[in-house]
């Protein structure tokens, strides 16, 4: 524990800015998850005789059409966004690096194929990629989630692989195979622990790109459905109306970009301490600090 | 290098076909029954079998799904594109009358970016740790992060305020008249391209020092240069390889953004009409559209590539 807290405490005098980044994502975190105890009130409640008011004491960031309370929902939004996001990027990292894990290690056919399929994946600009998928399996939450994570696989696939194959060059790795461990084997034992660090930049790279893709998915209609509150949703609500009320484009919008700039943020500084050498301190820290 | 540009040719074409089969299976076979992708579940469960039947035949989703997918290649091939579900027109109408405007908005963003990023970039890479260079890579986090559809909706907001603006309802070509034109795509232009600029600002100043700290240009100093001269005769040239590069993959970020920001703009383009498409669950005008995307994503990706062999006399492909 007293390793980690001085890893951290190095870690945010070297990247001040991302450190910065670290605490705004953990505050958004946590207001996601205390959203019913944060919002002063119910995100999906309509109240007919507040429509339309401006940021005033009673709603500090206004009402929408029907009298909803954008506080509240900008507070519940955080919980859809994130909670899309963060499915997403684990999901379809996971499976991308677990698939470029196999492709560094085994090589030779199985290698090429899967190069091909990643590279006809990486042909489809993200956000149409994701809007054919979530049209055809229907846009459900689920829906979006899967959809987005199909867009973030061969990302992993090609990082993570690209790890694999210096690591299966390695001396160790050979002699695990020389001592007549299985591929499976070597590959979960051996190969797959010097891929968590790459994994953790990746994943927290994504994230920005993850929430930026729901917002628009919602914003084009084609997200998780309404009355669901998550940002996109709400400006796509705000330009129904012929003279959209500026604070119903302005706060949603904000949300987005203060967390897409805190986790950017954060994802640059691991990058930085992670990428060049791949540190054996921060790795530490990561798997607990077992052996420190 | 005519082996080398052959070669890449098929490749491009191989994953082409891999990417329409991989549509093809996307929209057809995911949901199961096509009709309840058009339709959706009730509107499904409302129509007589002898109606489906017939609307199934009609569309030319009675075939079975290999035929379904050869058909499709050939009448790409054909030119013939198919028609809209719901609309008379065809797909193939439907890209001549608003492909251009999304086109002018791709290429004009395109030009924004180099325009706005190479500079930044330049100047940033002068004096690294300047305050200049600080508030040009604070200001290119701060675009990296903003959405451009929120950009653009603000940006149409404020003009509503201020200026009456109104967005434009019906397509003015550059050929009929290049004023209005004009006000139709700079807008999601400059969104586009401020984004694109952000990464090619801090591609160009990374790529720049990397290049600089190099022994010809050490050389080209202690030769007596001048500063500028160094930078920009020698270094740069060296330096815009990436950077180039890194202009092919935004490509990806400019054609899935452009969906997004022309909704915001309420710009009549093709993303618009791929977004209508997708929410009435046009599954032709979708095929047809996401393909001609990933077609124009994966042909310039090749051209990059080339220009790259080009450009770089280091490189020789066999």
């Known amino acids: 524990m007293r390793a980690l807290l001085v890893e951290l405490a190095r870690f945010s005098r070297r990247n001040t800015l991302s450190a910065v980044g670290g605490l705004v994502g953990l505050s958004i975190i946590f207001i996601a998850l205390a959203a019913p105890l944060l919002a002063p009130r119910d995100p999906l409640k309509a109240d007919f005789r507040r429509m339309n008011k401006p940021p005033d004491a009673q709603s500090f960031l206004g009402t929408d059409q029907v009298g909803r309370d954008t506080l509240s929902r900008v507070i519940y939004g955080a919980r859809t966004s994130l909670f899309v996001a963060f499915s997403a990027v684990i999901l379809g990292t996971t499976v991308g690096s677990l698939w470029g894990v196999a492709c560094g290690y085994l090589r030779g056919r199985f290698d090429l194929y899967s190069q091909r399929i990643m590279e006809i994946l990486q042909s489809f600009p993200d956000l149409i990629l994701a809007m054919a998928i979530s049209m055809a399996i229907g846009t459900g939450l689920q829906a979006v989630i899967f959809a987005i994570a199909v867009t973030r696989i061969p990302f992993g696939g090609r990082v993570i692989r690209s790890v694999a194959l210096s690591v299966r060059e390695m001396p160790y790795v050979e002699a695990g195979r020389a001592s007549g461990a299985s591929a499976l084997r070597i590959m979960a034992l051996h190969v797959l622990p010097q891929c968590i660090a790459p994994y953790l930049v990746l994943a927290t790279t994504h994230l920005g790109a993850a929430i930026v893709i729901e917002a628009a998915l919602g914003f084009l209609g084609v997200g998780v459905p309404p009355p669901t509150p998550t940002w996109g949703n709400m400006l796509a609500d705000s330009i129904t109306a012929l003279v959209p009320p500026w604070w119903l484009a302005f706060f949603p919008g904000l949300a987005i970009t203060v967390t897409v700039l805190a986790f950017n943020l954060l994802g640059d500084g691991i990058r930085d301490t992670l990428d060049p050498r791949l540190s054996p301190a921060f790795l530490r820290m990561m798997a607990g600090g077992r052996r420190g | 290098m005519r082996k080398y540009l052959a070669r890449r040719a098929v490749y ?293 590539d080339l220009s790259y062999a080009w450009l770089d006399p280091r490189i020789r492909y066999g």
């Open chain 2, 12 to 304: 491009a074409a191989v994953t082409l076909l891999g990417v329409s089969l991989s549509i093809f299976v996307i929209l057809r076979i995911l949901p199961g029954d096509p009709l309840v992708a058009i339709l959706g579940v009730e509107g499904h469960a409302r129509m007589t079998p002898a109606d489906r039947v017939r609307i199934m035949a009609d569309l030319g989703l009675s075939d079975p799904l290999p035929l379904q997918y050869v058909h499709w290649l050939r009448d790409i091939a054909a030119g013939r594109l198919g028609k809209s579900f719901f609309r008379g027109d065809t797909v193939s109408e439907l890209i001549a009358h608003r492909g251009p405007i999304s086109a002018e908005i791709g290429v004009l963003a395109l030009f924004v970016s180099w325009l706005v990023g190479l500079p930044v970039g330049i100047l940033s890479a002068f004096k690294p740790n300047s305050v200049p260079d600080g508030v040009a890579r604070a200001l290119s986090i701060l675009f990296i992060a903003v959405p451009g559809f929120w950009l653009g909706m603000l940006i149409v907001l404020a003009s509503l305020f201020w200026f009456g603006y109104k967005a434009p309802i019906v397509i003015v070509h550059l050929w009929e008249n290049p004023w209005q034109n004009f006000q139709i795509v700079i807008g999601p232009a400059l969104v586009l391209g401020l984004a694109q600029g952000a990464y090619i600002s801090r591609m160009s100043r990374s790529c720049l020092l990397e290049v600089i700290g190099e022994d010809f240009v050490r050389t080209a100093r202690a030769k007596g240069l001048r500063e500028g001269i160094v930078v920009m005769r020698h270094a740069l040239p060296n330096a815009l390889l990436p950077v180039i590069t890194i202009s092919g993959v935004l490509l990806g970020f400019v054609l899935g953004g452009s969906v997004a920001v022309e909704q915001a703009f309420g710009v009549p383009g093709l993303g618009r009409a791929l977004v209508i498409a997708v929410i009435e669950r046009d599954i032709i005008v979708v095929q047809n559209l996401v393909l001609l995307y990933a077609v124009i994503f994966v042909v310039v990706n090749v051209l990059v």
